[in-house]
């Protein structure tokens, strides 16, 4: 049976979040892009957004926030610097290690969310990613933290690559990397084409991860970015 608080999130929260979204969410990227631009750094729509630009040509129906791929080994605080000053909050950050093995920056504009998710060189030539999940046991993020210290570590070893290509987003050009099909693929499984509104990740036994047991993910408020002038 659905609780009071998911049938509030399905009935009100997250149609209203679609439409932040669908409003505001092109504004938001179109900055982004013009801020990688300027900065000269490479980065890719990623997750619900990078499926959104190869099935939909845009937003995919049920997303309500935007997903980006940046490069652990380059430099964005230019970027951050320019996303500021046009309006975008830094809300939230996850980090792995201090940021040495893992981390996710969390900005909003006009309420709109926008996750950047970071890709760490693995050693051999490619890159694996990490996502945070509550601790098992545990009702949500704020009990993970309370009873646990943090939340639980995923490797993600799907293929990416730091060279990207635009294709059409909506009515303008986006960059995704050149690899996406096999990120989506192995990401979303052989059916990626087809529109999946109660799709969940992970899938034991289908997607490929490990859970690193000595690490945790701690977050943090936002507003500690490094700031090129």
Known sequence: MMSLKEFWHKVYI????????????LKALGIVDGAMRTCGVPYSLHYGTLLGSMREKGFIAHDFDIDIALFA??????VYRILLENGFRHRRQI???????GREDTFSYKSVHIDLF?????????????????QDGCRGIKDSI???GG???LVSHSPVSKKTH??????TTLPVMDSATAFLEDHYGPNWRIPDPDFKYPRTGVNRYEIPEDK???????GHLPVKD
């Open 216 to 222: 945790i993910a701690v977050i943090h408020d936002g």
């Open 95 to 101: 980090l792995v290690d201090g940021g040495k093995f």
């Open 118 to 134: 970071y890709l760490y060189p693995d050693g051999e030539g490619g890159y694996y990613g990490t996502e945070f999940y509550p």
């Open 166 to 171: 635009y294709v059409p987003f909506e009515n």
């Open 151 to 153: 939340l639980k570590v």
């Open 14 to 25: 997250d149609p209203r979040k679609r439409r932040i979204l669908r409003r505001y969410g």
């Open 73 to 78: 080994d380059e430099d964005y605080s230019g």
């Open 146 to 148: 309370a009873l646990k």
